[in-house]
């Protein structure tokens, strides 16, 4: 007999078979169903803690076999099958993140040839750049946190959690991080997570897979127009595309039976590129801006656990915050328990921040970021002009957005960020002294209450104090406040028709993942990814 059903167990018994098989028994006896703890088998599902008043609870959802075996189910959840590319087929891909490698591994299924253009390294390579961030202060535009193989996520993270669960099949791409090499933990925890320093031998294992069916990647190879031609029914379509090389300056062009755009939140120049062609193609769209929050990793193991983790039994504290404030949401975003701050700039005249743990979680410190909803609203009027006078009006979120990463440069020095404790910035005063941080290149203090968009700042202000209602102490002086967080999401979404997922101005154009405005994350991207190239197998049938 198989059946599922939900355990709560103490989180000291998770290792202990006998003992989660003896709580299945009795919640068997509740269903009328009577076994022995010898006759049962499981399966985890799911698993997740639940430290609600004060008492720590590990909830598993299993698959349960009363004398029978998990063999039985061995044949499901199979992996796709990869086929060998002919080339009589082929399509672009700008972008190795995860919406352009789930895409590329999608149109592999039906064998059609992935060409996968990238303007950043290598993540060995890309490594050396980063570094350069913090030990240099130097910011190479094509290769850094945002910019390289893998995308965004590889050095910052890699986390797998999402609640786009009508995107696709979450399962699915969870298998395949694990087939690549990610811990089958990925499976079953509630909210999974590679970690950062795993995550590159993923990526790559992916790259040798596409590469050994056919599949080309170029790196250091950046986009910088479009080849386009008129459609059949009227506006444009694009039939390929031209590159330069980053570091040779040589140029090139490639054709291809489709393209997928997947480069990302970060790549503005994409957006102005769209912009050129077809303005019609660009809708501006709700983002958020604020500020990375760091805590003593500690300090939110207790709060979060109330002050109790028996025996270091519990992994570290995780927290998700929401609140409204004037009509807008203030929430934390990409919070990462025993992590770092890191930089995340894409150019050499701005300063952005994001957050990534390693696998074991076990730095010092957790960070979130801790942003405010930005509507197009809510645009300052000067960048409202600003974009009307470029062409686009659409762009004005991202004209706001990169002059708050250039004035946050300005308040700091090199790439040290500029950065205010939390208590002080409630009182609206200058920090003395910071707290020591993960953040490597530096902080530098600054009245961050005085300079931030006082739409954001306000709204913040407010958004920590209701916070700290529901996680008393979280408003402390060993909290630090680390600008700017500004990548959350675009500002701008590229406008694609429902049913064909082609970009509504430039036939043949898929975007995809991040960039695209319609997904957030690694797995809803991969989705995303995965999704636009099945749209294009069914066009090329």
Same mark, same amino acid.
């Given at each position: 007999?198989?059946?599922?059903?939900?355990?709560?167990?103490?989180?000291?018994?998770?290792?202990?078979?006998?003992?989660?098989?003896?709580?299945?028994?009795?919640?068997?006896? @509740?269903?009328?169903?009577?076994?022995?703890?010898?006759?049962?088998?499981?399966?985890? !599902?799911?698993?997740?803690?639940?430290?609600?008043?004060?008492?720590?609870?590990?909830?598993?959802?299993?698959?349960?076999?009363?004398?029978?075996?998990?063999?039985?189910?061995?044949?499901?959840?199979?992996?796709?099958?990869? @086929?060998?590319?002919?080339?009589?087929?082929?399509?672009?891909?700008?972008?190795?993140?995860?919406?352009?490698?789930?895409?590329?591994?999608?149109?592999?299924?039906?064998?059609?040839?992935?060409?996968?253009?990238?303007?950043?390294?290598?993540?060995?390579?890309?490594?050396?750049?980063?570094?350069?961030?913090?030990?240099?202060?130097?910011?190479?535009?094509?290769?850094?946190?945002?910019?390289?193989?893998?995308?965004?996520?590889?050095?910052?993270?890699?986390? !797998?959690? +999402?609640?786009?669960?009508?995107?696709?099949?979450?399962?699915?791409?969870?298998?395949?991080?694990?087939?690549?090499?990610?811990?089958?933990?990925?499976?079953?925890?509630?909210?999974?997570? &590679?970690?950062?320093?795993?995550?590159?031998?993923?990526?790559?294992?992916?790259?040798?897979?596409?590469?050994?069916?056919?599949?080309?990647?170029?790196?250091?190879?950046?986009?910088?127009?479009?080849?386009?031609?008129?459609?059949?029914?009227?506006?444009?379509?694009?039939?390929?595309?031209?590159?330069?090389?980053?570091? +040779?300056?040589?140029?090139?062009?490639?054709?291809?039976?489709?393209?997928?755009?997947?480069?990302?939140?970060?790549?503005?120049?994409?957006?102005?590129?769209?912009?050129?062609?077809?303005?019609?193609? !660009?809708?501006?769209?709700?983002?958020?801006?604020?500020?990375?929050?760091?805590?003593?990793?500690?300090?939110?193991?207790? &709060?979060?656990?109330?002050?109790?983790?028996?025996?270091?039994?519990?992994?570290?504290?995780?927290?998700?915050?929401? +609140?409204?404030?004037?009509?807008?949401?203030?929430?934390?975003?990409?919070?990462?328990?025993?992590?770092?701050?890191?930089?995340?700039?894409?150019?050499?005249?701005?300063?952005?921040?994001?957050?990534?743990?390693?696998?074991?979680?076990?730095?010092?410190?957790?960070?979130?970021?801790?942003?405010?909803?930005?509507?197009?609203?809510?645009?300052?009027?000067?960048?409202?002009?600003?974009?009307?006078?470029?062409?686009?009006?659409?762009?004005?979120?991202?004209?706001?957005?990169?002059?708050?990463?250039?004035?946050?440069?300005?308040?700091?020095?090199?790439?040290?960020?500029?950065?205010?404790?939390?208590?002080?910035?409630?009182?609206?005063?200058?920090?003395?002294?910071?707290?020591?941080?993960?953040?490597?290149?530096?902080?530098?203090?600054?009245?961050?209450?005085?300079?931030?968009?006082?739409?954001?700042?306000?709204?913040?202000?407010?958004?920590?104090?209701?916070?700290?209602?529901?996680?008393?102490?979280? &408003?402390?002086?060993?909290?630090?406040?680390?600008?700017?967080?500004?990548?959350?999401?675009?500002?701008?979404? &590229?406008?694609?028709?429902?049913?064909?997922?082609?970009?509504? %101005?430039?036939?043949?154009?898929?975007?995809?993942?991040?960039?695209? %405005?319609?997904?957030?994350?690694?797995?809803?991207?991969?989705?995303? %990814?995965?999704?636009?190239?099945?749209?294009?197998?069914?066009?090329?049938?």
């Amino acid at each position: 007999m198989i059946t599922e059903l939900t355990a709560i167990i103490k989180p000291e018994e998770e290792k202990n078979s006998f003992a989660i098989n003896r709580v299945i028994c009795e919640e068997l006896f @509740k269903k009328n169903i009577k076994a022995k703890p010898q006759e049962v088998q499981f399966q985890i !599902l799911k698993k997740s803690i639940d430290a609600r008043h004060g008492r720590q609870k590990l909830v598993l959802r299993l698959r349960v076999f009363i004398n029978e075996s998990p063999d039985a189910l061995k044949n499901q959840g199979k992996l796709p099958e990869w @086929k060998k590319a002919d080339g009589s087929k082929s399509v672009i891909i700008i972008g190795s993140g995860p919406a352009g490698l789930f895409a590329a591994l999608k149109l592999l299924e039906s064998g059609i040839k992935p060409v996968i253009i990238e303007r950043g390294k290598d993540t060995s390579s890309r490594k050396v750049d980063i570094a350069a961030i913090s030990t240099k202060d130097i910011v190479d535009q094509d290769s850094n946190y945002c910019f390289g193989e893998g995308g965004a996520g590889t050095f910052s993270d890699g986390k !797998l959690y +999402t609640r786009s669960n009508k995107r696709g099949d979450i399962s699915k791409i969870l298998k395949i991080f694990n087939a690549f090499g990610a811990d089958e933990k990925i499976l079953t925890d509630a909210h999974p997570h &590679i970690g950062t320093d795993r995550l590159p031998k993923i990526i790559n294992a992916m790259r040798e897979k596409i590469i050994s069916l056919g599949g080309e990647f170029h790196f250091n190879t950046k986009c910088t127009d479009f080849i386009l031609e008129p459609a059949k029914a009227g506006g444009l379509k694009i039939t390929g595309i031209k590159t330069i090389n980053t570091e +040779t300056k040589a140029e090139e062009t490639f054709t291809g039976n489709a393209v997928i755009l997947a480069t990302g939140h970060s790549a503005s120049d994409i957006y102005f590129l769209i912009a050129k062609h077809s303005p019609v193609s !660009l809708e501006a769209k709700t983002f958020a801006a604020g500020v990375r929050v760091e805590h003593p990793r500690e300090l939110i193991d207790a &709060i979060q656990y109330h002050g109790q983790n028996i025996n270091g039994h519990l992994p570290t504290a995780e927290y998700r915050f929401t +609140t409204q404030v004037e009509e807008r949401g203030v929430y934390s975003f990409c919070m990462c328990p025993g992590g770092f701050v890191v930089p995340s700039s894409s150019g050499p005249d701005e300063i952005v921040v994001n957050g990534m743990s390693a696998a074991k979680r076990n730095s010092k410190w957790s960070n979130a970021a801790i942003v405010v909803e930005i509507r197009p609203e809510d645009i300052p009027e000067e960048f409202q002009q600003q974009a009307k006078a470029e062409g686009c009006k659409d762009l004005a979120g991202l004209y706001f957005r990169t002059s708050l990463e250039k004035l946050t440069k300005e308040k700091g020095k090199g790439q040290a960020a500029p950065a205010q404790r939390l208590s002080d910035f409630l009182d609206h005063k200058e920090s003395t002294s910071l707290p020591v941080s993960s953040y490597t290149p530096g902080l530098v203090s600054s009245r961050l209450d005085k300079w931030l968009p006082v739409h954001i700042e306000r709204r913040l202000e407010q958004g920590f104090k209701d916070f700290n209602r529901n996680a008393r102490g979280f &408003i402390c002086n060993d909290a630090v406040l680390i600008a700017s967080e500004t990548r959350t999401s675009t500002p701008v979404r &590229i406008v694609r028709n429902k049913e064909t997922f082609e970009c509504e %101005g430039i036939k043949n154009l898929y975007p995809a993942g991040e960039g695209s %405005g319609y997904s957030g994350g690694i797995v809803s991207s991969a989705m995303d %990814g995965e999704n636009s190239a099945e749209k294009i197998i069914e066009k090329l049938k």
